[in-house]
């Protein structure tokens, strides 16, 4: 009878440690090239309109807007302004397919009165007005249809140059985020524009030292905005070398909260978000770098959090999806990059990794990491001298 039950002891020993097995890991499969864009300096964005893509930057200093279809065939291209410098910088697409475009223009130039002098120019040669990034100080929202018509321009001028980052909208309007710079102010910014093109006042966040990345309107017409800060906002002290942000603003544009970061000796950034507050940033300590994605509650309270080896910003899209330069093994994944290579990685509900997908090597920048009814997950990045377009390979 004892050998009968020392057997079953053993065989238990022997049996349980496969049933509570390691996971397998999960294999990263290649993205496939759908098309190229464009080179580095003339892509700042792209956006998914059904099967189409829209493309905005700006091409020999001036704003542009192009659309192309699923296989690269452009479809229409638009100079979006006459002046001597613009940019277009952040983009989304309404329900009926109409694009709203944010950039930055020249403030216009007021003629003087009075009497002129001629200036010298003997060969009478064509002097081009010389026009500076510091010049770009007029917040500029374009509308262009769906088959690339210019619908409507509206400007804010500012006292500061102005970039913006990120837009979204609803029935009410839209809401922008960004950058405003000058001599003694960097500082991020909201903006709302209502359905009639009436700009709000806007409101700045921060004074010295702060960047807002990235907004998303919320169930109750607030704002959820995210990105950096090295100084006080609403009251909330810096914690460590540079925190990252999460500011929430009432529909009237009035702060009701700040959340930071408390790394003490680190720098933090939050990069991006969705409407279903998922959060992408990075992470630097030291000599170590890492990206970090958050799932949030509406009351930011973190509903599941990782961090992996990588380097730059991390960019999420939809509940599920984030996408970073990655450049060390990561234990769920059959990986292990030489060197930084763009990697998505899609979560489940519960923030457990279920699938991974790469770029090949050599696209050391990202652009952006979207999601396509159409064509699922959309990956944007940048070699040295190109920008194309992956999507998931389902073959």
């Given at each position: 009878?004892?050998?009968?039950?020392?057997?079953?002891v053993i065989?238990?020993?022997?049996?349980t440690?496969?049933?509570?097995?390691?996971?397998?890991?999960i294999?990263?499969?290649?993205?496939?090239?759908l098309?190229?864009?464009?080179?580095?300096?003339?892509v700042?964005?792209?956006?998914?309109?059904?099967k189409?893509?829209?493309?905005i930057?700006?091409?020999?200093s001036?704003?542009?807007?192009?659309?192309?279809?699923?296989?690269?065939?452009?479809?229409?291209?638009?100079?979006?302004?006459?002046?001597q410098?613009?940019?277009a910088?952040?983009?989304v697409?309404?329900?009926?397919g109409?694009?709203w475009?944010?950039?930055?223009?020249?403030?216009?130039?007021?003629?003087?009165t009075?009497?002129?002098?001629?200036?010298?120019?003997?060969?009478?040669?064509i002097?081009?007005?010389?026009?500076?990034?510091?010049?770009?100080?007029?917040l500029?929202?374009?509308?262009?249809?769906?088959?690339g018509?210019?619908l409507?321009t509206?400007?804010?001028?500012?006292?500061?140059s102005?970039?913006?980052?990120?837009i979204?909208?609803?029935?009410?309007?839209?809401?922008i985020?960004?950058?405003?710079?000058?001599?003694?102010?960097?500082?991020?910014?909201?903006?709302?524009?209502?359905?009639s093109?009436?700009f709000?006042?806007?409101?700045?966040?921060?004074?010295?030292?702060?960047?807002?990345?990235?907004?998303t309107?919320?169930?109750?017409?607030?704002?959820?905005?995210?990105?950096?800060?090295?100084?006080?906002?609403?009251?909330?002290?810096l914690a460590?070398?540079?925190?990252?942000?999460i500011?929430?603003?009432?529909?009237?544009?009035?702060?009701?909260?700040?959340?930071?970061?408390?790394?003490?000796?680190?720098?933090?950034?939050?990069?991006?978000?969705?409407?279903?507050?998922?959060?992408?940033?990075?992470?630097?300590?030291?000599?170590?770098?890492?990206?970090a994605?958050?799932?949030?509650?509406?009351?930011?309270?973190?509903?599941?959090t990782h961090?992996?080896?990588?380097?730059?910003?991390a960019?999420?899209?939809g509940?599920?999806?984030?996408?970073?330069?990655?450049?060390?093994?990561?234990?769920?994944?059959v990986?292990?990059?030489k060197?930084p290579?763009?990697?998505l990685?899609?979560?489940?509900?519960?923030?457990?990794?279920?699938?991974?997908?790469?770029a090949?090597?050599?696209?050391?920048?990202?652009?952006?990491?979207?999601?396509?009814?159409?064509?699922?997950?959309v990956?944007?990045?940048?070699?040295?001298?190109?920008?194309s377009?992956?999507?998931r390979n389902?073959?």
């Amino acid at each position: 009878m004892k050998r009968l039950i020392a057997l079953f002891v053993i065989s238990f020993l022997v049996i349980t440690p496969n049933a509570q097995a390691v996971p397998k890991k999960i294999t990263v499969n290649p993205l496939k090239l759908l098309t190229t864009i464009g080179s580095p300096t003339e892509v700042s964005g792209v956006v998914v309109s059904g099967k189409n893509f829209i493309v905005i930057g700006t091409q020999d200093s001036k704003a542009y807007v192009r659309a192309l279809d699923s296989n690269g065939n452009e479809l229409w291209k638009l100079q979006l302004d006459q002046s001597q410098a613009s940019i277009a910088s952040a983009a989304v697409v309404d329900g009926v397919g109409d694009i709203w475009i944010a950039g930055a223009t020249p403030v216009a130039a007021v003629t003087p009165t009075g009497t002129t002098t001629a200036s010298i120019n003997p060969d009478n040669a064509i002097i081009p007005t010389s026009t500076f990034i510091s010049d770009l100080k007029t917040l500029t929202i374009w509308k262009v249809s769906s088959v690339g018509t210019l619908l409507s321009t509206n400007s804010l001028p500012m006292s500061n140059s102005v970039l913006p980052t990120s837009i979204t909208l609803d029935d009410s309007g839209l809401a922008i985020v960004g950058s405003i710079a000058g001599e003694k102010i960097n500082a991020g910014f909201i903006n709302f524009m209502n359905s009639s093109g009436l700009f709000s006042k806007t409101l700045q966040i921060g004074s010295a030292s702060t960047t807002i990345e990235s907004v998303t309107r919320n169930s109750d017409k607030t704002f959820t905005l995210v990105g950096s800060s090295a100084e006080t906002i609403a009251g909330k002290k810096l914690a460590g070398l540079i925190d990252g942000i999460i500011i929430k603003v009432t529909k009237s544009l009035k702060i009701t909260s700040v959340v930071r970061s408390s790394i003490s000796k680190g720098k933090r950034i939050w990069n991006s978000t969705t409407s279903s507050l998922l959060l992408g940033g990075e992470v630097v300590v030291g000599k170590k770098s890492e990206v970090a994605v958050t799932k949030f509650s509406s009351r930011y309270v973190p509903t599941w959090t990782h961090r992996y080896p990588g380097t730059g910003p991390a960019f999420t899209s939809g509940s599920t999806q984030l996408l970073f330069l990655s450049n060390a093994a990561i234990p769920e994944l059959v990986w292990n990059p030489k060197t930084p290579t763009a990697l998505l990685i899609t979560f489940n509900s519960k923030g457990v990794i279920s699938a991974a997908e790469n770029a090949p090597a050599g696209q050391r920048l990202l652009v952006g990491s979207l999601e396509s009814k159409d064509l699922g997950p959309v990956v944007v990045t940048s070699s040295a001298d190109i920008v194309s377009i992956f999507i998931r390979n389902t073959r």
